[in-house]
Nanobody, 121 residues
Framework: QVQLVESGGGLVQAGGSLRLSCTTS??????????MSWYRQAPGKQRDMLAS???????NYAESVKGRFTISRDNAKNTVYLQMNSLKPEDTATYYC?????????????WGQGTQVTVSS
């Protein structure tokens, strides 16, 4: 059973920074971790994609976070990061990581349990 464990959330003042991490347990040679991404969901709202990164490092960002958030990954550690700068109160949400992992040619998406980010004004 593949697990994703997120960390790094917390309470920060507007204008501050946080760095989220997400590590997958898919370390067996039979797994290949493909695209990894970060989403967020505020109460009463849909879950939105913020940033994604391919295995080779290609990135894509939502307009709402472009220029403020940076996604990166360490393939050797099966870890994806989200550096969040210039945080705003509207960034308050539960943040989730997602990993598209293939095993024997079958790709499945796996999700973390979420980490809360609260930005105070």
């Amino acid at each position: 059973q593949v697990q994703l464990v997120e960390s790094g959330g917390g309470l920060v003042q507007a204008g501050g920074s946080l760095r989220l991490s997400c590590t997958t347990s898919a370390t067996s040679i039979f797994y290949l971790v493909n695209d990894m991404s970060w989403y967020r969901q505020a109460p009463g709202k849909q879950r939105d994609m913020l940033a994604s990164i391919t295995r080779s490092g290609g990135t894509n960002y939502a307009e709402s976070v472009k220029g403020r958030f940076t996604i990166s990954r360490d393939n050797a550690k099966n870890t994806v990061y989200l550096q969040m700068n210039s945080l705003k109160p509207e960034d308050t949400a539960t943040y989730y990581c997602r990993a598209d992992i293939s095993r024997f040619g079958v790709v499945r998406d796996h999700w973390g349990q979420g980490t809360q980010v609260t930005v105070s004004s």
